[in-house]
């Protein structure tokens, strides 16, 4: 029986960032996933000569100070600081906005599209901009933006439903909640800061974290079917997998409790590719239903 501090099951970022550290602390880890690449449900696959990702190709957290930026200086991953900031798009029933790194730019989309409601517009971003000074420079202010929503905070403002799902499209993509959820510092950073442009997704990260593993005290376990938990006195002690039971302290999955949503994925030339088309659109149909988009 093979004996490690730390058995991590699945691949993905979660798995593979923890797996990395621990090995970087000098733990002995190993992790298993099913497939044969880093990445987990956002690693990149070819077909057809058509690259695909599975990962969003514009994040936030590589700002300085967010969390990918630490990771990232933590374990020395190369490339990573200096990517290009996104432009990316939110198309609506009848209207298509650029969300700019620069902000002037956005809010002349904004005009464009939102003649009547501009002046709250400006407004917000103003507001947002004061808010992050004060964050900055005041332990009280985060600590009062982290816990005030940002939907409480953008009633006053009296947006109509289609730039509160505008930004709510926006809060779900990058960040994974509503506005009614999304604390107000998450807004504030969303509104004043650029996301960065990964090209080819998350790939470039996960293959450096699966490096950072085994140069190091870790071992990866490729085509590895899930494996069984073992248990002793109702506490897992270790996994049984097709190269025989591994015998680990601590036992970490990093995987979904329910399924995989479906992902279609259509390739198209960018030849026939519609005039000023980012690489990142969202689309919403719908404004009163914006968790489908």
């Known amino acids: ?48 000569g058509f690259r695909f990702s599975t990962g969003p190709n514009a ?26 900031p996104a432009r990316y798009q939110v198309v609506l029933h009848d209207r298509r906005i650029t969300v700019a790194p620069s902000r002037e730019e956005t809010l002349e989309e904004l005009r464009r599209e939102f003649p009547r409601e501009i002046d709250r517009l400006h407004a917000l971003h103003r507001d ?40 709510s499209v926006r809060a779900r993509f990058f960040f994974g909640q509503d506005l009614d959820t999304l604390p107000l510092r998450t807004l504030v950073r969303m509104l004043g800061t650029a996301p960065v442009e990964f090209t080819g997704g998350f790939s470039r990260i996960a293959a450096q974290l699966a490096a950072r593993i085994t140069e190091r005290t870790g071992t990866i376990c490729w085509k590895e079917p899930w494996p069984e938990l073992l248990y002793r006195r109702r506490r897992a002690y270790g996994i049984r997998t097709s190269q025989g039971t591994m015998e680990s302290r601590t036992i970490l999955v990093n995987a979904g409790e329910r399924p995989l949503e479906r992902s279609l994925f259509l ?17 919403l149909p719908d404004h009163r239903s914006p968790d489908r988009y």
Do not use: N, W
Not at 1 to 27: E, T
Not at 71 to 80: D, F, I, R, V, W
């Open 1 to 48: 029986m093979q004996h490690y501090d730390v058995a991590v099951v699945g691949a993905g970022i979660g798995g593979l960032s923890i797996a990395a550290l621990l090995s970087r602390a000098g733990k002995k880890v190993v992790l298993t996933d099913p497939l044969d690449m880093a990445g987990g449900a956002i690693a990149a696959f070819e077909k057809d």
């Open 59 to 84: 994040v936030y957290g590589l700002e300085q100070g967010g969390p990918l930026s630490v990771l990232c200086t933590a374990l020395g991953l190369e490339g990573m600081t200096s990517l290009p």
């Open 128 to 167: 947002a901009e004061k808010i992050a000074l004060r964050c900055a420079s005041s332990r009280l202010s985060t600590y009062l933006a982290e816990r005030r929503s940002a939907r409480s905070f953008l009633r006053t403002y009296a947006f109509s439903p289609e730039v509160s799902a505008f930004l």
């Open 267 to 283: 390739g198209v030339r960018e030849d026939v590719l519609p005039i000023c088309m980012e690489h990142t659109v969202l689309c």
